[in-house]
């Protein structure tokens, strides 16, 4: 069978599926951080000249300065090439992204004392939003949907500069796809250059790319440690892992379903945790032969087997109470509720990145076309953190406009407060506006 069964019929009995997916939650190992530091070291000193040297040892041997920036001819020629349909399809799930996502936008907002003191909350996008994109092997499995999920928030927050950064193929182009929905989004900067040195390139800026106020998108390894040496240095989205699925499911859910949607994941990543708790044995068993039987005829089988065989599992819990509680000590990034009444079992989940309520809300549906956004916390960190949002190209600053009444009848008790603290030139700074 392509993944082991495991029977969790109290809590118990959770400590061998908490650690089947802890395994993977390994810190980088200390030359990938030691690697990434001197790319991102290289890139700030020698800034364009770097990013080429990079792209021709590990993407296009013949790259040249030149050809960093994609010309917008070229983005607008790319969409004139990819077919109608696919078009109309990328711009319907770009459409249904950013109406969602226009339901988040905060406002500012203000709030005036009696005393005409004004106090208040201001709302502003950052300048320049860097995204990055990835090609997958070759070119060949582009992620227009990480485009779509990352570059829609950002322009709903009202961000002015968005530029986009995308490996090139071994001929130095990029896959038409991600070109056509840049331009279906009207994004009109476009840079070929990927791992590191593009993360590299959006934090320091180059000659040819300006820096960036918050990066965002996901990428292998080195992507994932350049974003995390350089917080501090710009904002950042999350430190995400390997993606992963968690399906509840009761008697009435059809188990070659299940097994479709735990493969959905598994086919990302050999890291990817792809989980089955279900309250009905039969179904259990049902699950892992369908799985059997899919993987099979699946075109990335490799990478879904090693994946299920080391992160994947089936579980047989008590009842749905139970499976809320496991489901709550995982804080899944994906979480399937495939049960008769999803709507009742809400209210017991606490921690998710994102829930898909019964058995016709696949998790595609909100990977690639609802509008939720598909950038979650993985690796437990549901329990304290959100998914990607317009929240995250905005930043909030306090406004305060004291009146004189204010001062006159407040003051005294200001200047307590800091002499309190023993800070002598925070009282005076009070009291000169009202002692004389």
């Not at 069964?5 to 109290?10: D, E, K, T, Y």
């Not at 968005?162 to 840079?191: C, F, M, Q, T, W």
């Not at 009905?280 to 299920?308: G, K």
Request: hydrophobic share 50%; charged share 20%.
């Amino acid at each position: 069978m392509p993944c082991p069964l495991f029977v969790c019929n109290s809590p118990d009995a959770f400590g061998p599926v908490l650690d089947r997916l802890a395994a993977r939650n390994e810190p980088p190992h200390g030359e990938i951080a030691e690697r990434t530091a001197a790319i991102l070291a290289d890139v700030a000193a020698r800034g364009d000249a770097a990013l080429v040297d990079y792209t021709r040892r590990f993407d296009c041997p013949e790259f040249t300065e030149a050809m960093i920036r994609v010309p917008e001819a070229d983005i607008a020629a790319a969409a004139d090439a990819v077919s109608a349909d696919d078009l109309a399809i990328i711009a319907e799930a770009a459409d249904n992204i950013r109406r969602f996502h226009e339901a988040q936008v905060q406002r500012s907002w203000w709030m005036t004392q009696p005393d005409g003191t004004l106090l208040g909350r201001m709302v502003t996008p950052v300048d320049r939003a860097g995204l990055y994109v990835p090609g997958g092997v070759g070119g060949e499995t582009p992620l227009i949907s990480s485009l779509l999920m990352n570059a829609i928030p950002a322009q709903v927050a009202g961000v002015a500069r968005i530029a986009v950064v995308s490996p090139p193929r071994k001929d130095g182009s990029l896959n038409p796809n991600i070109l056509a929905a840049a331009h279906v989004l009207g994004l009109a900067e476009v840079y070929r250059v990927g791992s590191a040195w593009a993360i590299a390139a959006l934090a320091h800026g180059t000659r040819t790319i300006a820096p960036a106020d918050v990066l965002a998108g996901p990428g292998n390894i080195y992507v994932t440690t350049a974003k995390r040496l350089l917080v501090g240095t710009v904002g950042i989205d999350m430190i995400a892992g390997p993606s992963e699925i968690v399906i509840l499911a009761d008697d009435t859910a059809n188990p070659d379903w299940l097994a479709a949607d735990m493969l959905s994941q598994a086919e990302h990543d050999p890291l990817a945790a792809s989980v089955c708790l279900t309250t009905s044995e039969p179904v259990a068993q049902a699950v892992r032969r369908a799985l059997e039987a899919q993987l099979a005829a699946l075109p990335r089988s490799d990478i879904a087997a090693r994946s299920l065989a080391d992160f994947g599992l089936v579980a047989a819990v008590a009842d749905l109470d139970m499976g809320a509680r496991l489901v709550n000590r995982m804080a899944p990034e994906h979480l399937e509720l495939a049960v008769a009444d999803p709507f009742a079992l809400l209210g017991k989940i606490r921690h998710a990145g994102a829930i898909f309520m019964g058995h016709m809300s696949a998790e595609p549906v909100g990977d690639y076309f609802a509008g939720p956004n598909h950038v979650l916390p993985t690796m437990g960190t549901a329990r304290f953190s959100s998914g990607l949002s317009v929240a995250a190209f905005c930043k909030e600053s306090s406004v305060i406009s004291a009146s004189p009444e204010f001062v006159r009848k407040h003051g005294a008790k200001i200047a307590r407060l800091a002499r309190l603290e023993g800070l002598e030139a925070h009282a005076r700074s009070m009291e000169c506006r009202f002692v004389k």
